[in-house]
C-alpha cells in the first residue's frame, strides 16, 4: 500500500501535532509552522517545515517539492 502526503499547516500547535501522530500510520506526514516541530512528534517521522505561512514564495516552493494528497490547515495567530 502507498501512502498518501498529508500536509499539516499548524504543526507544533498541539491539534496539528496530535493529529500528526495519530496519521503516521497512514499518510506520509509533513507539518509546517513558523515554531519548530514540537516536542510532542520529536521521535516520529515527520518531516516539519519552519515557515510563516504569510512566506507565500517558501510556501509554494515546500508544496510543489512534496506534492500533497491533502492538506488540513490548523494554523492560527493565537
Known sequence: MIKKNLIITGGSGYIGSALAVVSIKNYNV????????????RNQKIKHFKCNLNNIKKIKKIIKSINPDVIVHLAAQS
Open 30 to 41: 509533513f507539518t509546517i509552522d513558523k515554531k519548530t516541530k514540537n516536542f510532542f512528534i
